[in-house]
């Protein structure tokens, strides 16, 4: 994929249905009979020698107005059903800004043009290229009725413009108390946006035709959960928690959607599991056609796996033999070479279990006895080629562990210091993160000349593994000054792109370095700022503003103004030309990239749902 500095992206939402103002009598006080002499107490004795009682019934509404638009150089064609309509005109609004107010208060918006007695189709002309435009069009009666179409976006563009990135609607704004969006997830080629609150959720290919509204049973709900460990997405389906009324039980279900109305259904009953007094699912794993996940089972007062089965009770079974690792550690349970491996905490020993997914037998296959108190089972395992990479502390303390599938064969990468046994040269493990086959992560670094506190002789350092002892080593801590540790670094956003790793340096780091976004080859040299037109990019440090794309990362500066694609490299990295407000959600559905944000000099309230498609020769057609 080539990205070009044309990048420019198009509003998508914003679409308002405003409400029909147009129902007058049209016969003045409605209950005159028009011969000027009727009273009221006439009407009412019947003695009116004309009697009218009942005034003309107010006239029919205007039909619906359906509007479209279509793009081209530097002009945009509307169209709209005119047959459906007699005896009235076509007003239109053309802004470069979200409009409100309805077509008569057209000339307060910006770039605004106001288009009287039209007929369909109408091009409007003379348009700027690659700027966004909203449109609203009127159909007014000559008794004063009107009738307004929904407000539409659209972008004129050049079809011999040099290919770059372009944007594309995605979804349209259907109310007026429509409350923002919160949660972008994927689910296959749709793209998955939950609502603030309720129980409603758009599926969208990327397109208004594709969107539809899909909402849950209200009477037996009450939120669909957003944390990212009650959702996985897995063969084009999307798992998701629900929560339950309390008339319905309390708890929490599980939900699956395939991005259609009729491919969302219940997958789990927690109730019928045993589930409902800690709906608490801790992660989600998959395998094959298999979807497994660890929760906390009243019955047994800890935590059990589960594979959804639908043919099963409640929608899922349990193990009822394997004790995995209990607690909030991250992912104690992933699939791997077409098995699940599960951390388990025994009596007398730590140790990592093979379990088959279809019948659920386990198999233990590396162990470490307990010793002292301090040992920890697997945690925060990730899978990477033949190998499954772990964290899990022993009597030398908390290291990096490779266990290598297929052989049996158990590594901990992490050399005890020679003088100093009770300590590792490195220790620990935080953020670590799969560029390449090349394991990246920030590390307690052992230092005999730093001044000791308490004992303490460890600084911070980011370190890197190619699966082998000698390969581990920390590297880099200097060129962040000093002050700083690396439980500063323990909530920073760190990606891949290629076999590159990019991460934000702690923001009590020294005052010209903080806050920034680095990137790093594995060599002191090779670790340098991330730049954009020889300009630093300030980072912000919420996780769900950035992701990897794999040649490439988003990511999105500290004032969530403006969104930046970072290759492989210190510099040559873009920025999307168009600024916007509350940058949030950043998510990768198929090759695009979806995110919320407010256009820039708007409400504060006018969230919307942007795609960003890349420049390939294989984009998909909406």
């Known amino acids: 994929m080539t990205l070009d500095p044309r990048m420019i992206i198009a509003l998508l939402l914003t679409l308002t249905l405003a409400a029909c103002n147009g129902n007058g009598n049209g016969n003045g006080n409605g209950n005159g009979n028009g011969n000027g002499d009727t009273t009221e107490d006439e009407i009412e004795n019947g003695t009116d020698p004309d009697p009218d009682p009942d005034p003309d019934p107010d006239p029919d509404p205007l039909p619906s107005l359906s509007m479209s638009l279509s793009e081209g150089n530097a002009t945009i064609t509307v169209d709209w059903n005119q047959a459906s309509f007699t005896d009235v005109t076509f007003n239109l609004c053309l802004a470069e800004e979200p409009l409100t107010g309805g077509v008569e208060n057209c000339l307060v918006h910006n770039g605004a043009q106001y288009k009287d007695d039209i007929t369909s189709p109408y091009i409007l002309a003379d348009l700027t290229n690659n700027q966004p435009y909203w449109v609203q069009l009127e159909a007014a009666a000559e008794d004063g009725r009107t009738r307004l179409s929904s407000i539409l976006t659209a972008m004129p563009e050049d079809p011999d413009a040099a290919p770059g990135t372009a944007a594309d609607r995605v979804l349209e704004r259907r109310d007026l108390g429509f409350e923002n969006p919160n949660r972008i997830f994927s689910a296959g080629a749709y793209a998955i946006v939950k609502k603030f609150y309720g129980l409603e959720f758009w599926a969208s290919l990327g397109s208004l035709e594709s969107t539809t509204e899909i909402a849950l049973d209200d009477e ?15 063969n084009g389906k999307l798992y998701f928690m629900v929560d339950r009324t309390s008339d319905a039980g309390g708890g929490a279900d599980i939900w699956v959607t395939d991005g259609t109305p009729e491919g969302t259904q219940l997958a789990v009953s927690g109730n019928t599991l045993g589930l409902s007094t800690n709906p608490n699912v801790r992660q989600f794993a998959s ?5 497994a996940f660890v929760a906390y089972y009243p019955a047994d007062t800890r935590d059990r796996i589960f594979f959804i089965d639908a043919a099963s009770d409640g929608g899922a079974f349990r193990l009822p033999s394997f004790e995995p690792y209990n607690g909030g550690v991250g992912n104690k349970l992933i699939g791997h070479q077409g098995a699940f491996y599960a951390s388990s905490t025994e009596s007398g020993h730590r140790s990592l279990h093979r379990i088959n997914p279809e019948t659920g037998a386990t198999t233990e296959v590396w162990r470490m006895d307990s010793g002292s108190t301090n040992r920890r089972a697997p945690s925060e395992m990730i899978s990477v080629g033949n190998s499954i990479y772990f964290k899990a502390i022993d009597d030398d303390g908390p290291a990096l562990w ?102 934000q340096s702690p923001s009590n780091a020294d005052e010209e370095l903080r806050n920034r976004w680095w990137i790093s080859n594995g060599t002191v040299s090779g670790t340098l700022p991330v730049l954009v037109d020889d300009e630093t990019v300030w980072a912000e440090s919420n996780r769900e503003r950035s992701v990897s794309a794999g040649e490439f ?70």
């Open 402 to 503: 490779r266990y290598l599938s297929g052989t049996g064969a158990t590594t901990r990468l992490f050399n005890p210091d020679p003088d100093q046994p009770a300590n590792a040269d490195i220790r620990n493990a935080y953020n670590v993160t799969v560029a390449n086959d090349r394991l990246y992560f920030f590390a307690n670094h052992y230092d005999e000349d730093m001044t000791t506190n308490n004992g303490w002789r460890f600084d911070a350092r980011l370190a890197y593994s190619d699966g082998t002892i000698g390969s581990t080593a920390g590297y880099w801590k200097s060129s962040l000054g000093a002050g700083w540790t690396v439980q500063d670094i323990l909530n920073r956003n760190t990606l891949a792109v290629g076999d590159r790793f990019i991460f």
């Open 553 to 622: 990362a988003w990511v999105t500066d500290s004032a969530r103004q403006g969104i930046y694609a970072i290759s492989g490299q210190s510099s040559g990295n873009l920025r999307l030309e168009q600024s916007f407000r509350f940058i949030d959600n950043l998510t990768l559905v198929g090759n695009a990239l979806w995110f919320t944000a407010s256009p820039a000099g708007t409400c504060s309230n006018c969230t919307a749902v942007w795609r960003v498609i890349p420049d390939t020769d294989e984009q998909e057609d909406d």
């Open 220 to 234: 037996t709900y009450t939120t669909i959960r957003r944390n990212t460990n009650q959702v996985h997405e897995h």
């Open 287 to 291: 395998v094959g056609d298999r979807v």
